[in-house]
């Protein structure tokens, strides 16, 4: 199995990204996880960090709700994210 490269953009006492989480974990995958303040709030360093991509993906991808979640290099919804996953734990998507 590929261990995939799975970034979490999470806010605290975020009960769906508590729930997400616990599914990546239950699969047997390891996550970055980041607090999505650091990047969507103002701070000098936002090109290095690609800020820009996190909001856009917040507002784009999740209606403006949490988490975020970056599979691969391609940021997902909660939902695709799962489903891949399900699919490289079973073998069927390498």
Request: aromatic share 12%.
């Amino acid at each position: 199995m590929n261990e995939p490269m799975i970034e979490v953009y999470t806010r605290e006492n975020c009960d769906i990204c508590k729930r997400f989480k616990a599914r990546v974990i239950e699969m047997g995958f390891k996550f970055d996880e980041k607090n999505i303040n650091d990047y969507i709030e103002y701070h000098e360093d936002w090109r290095e960090r690609k800020s820009y991509e996190v909001s856009a993906a917040l507002t784009a991808i999740n209606d403006g709700n949490y988490p975020v979640i970056k599979l691969n290099g391609e940021f997902v919804n909660f939902a695709k994210a799962i489903n891949t996953l399900k699919e490289i734990r079973d073998g069927s998507k390498a």
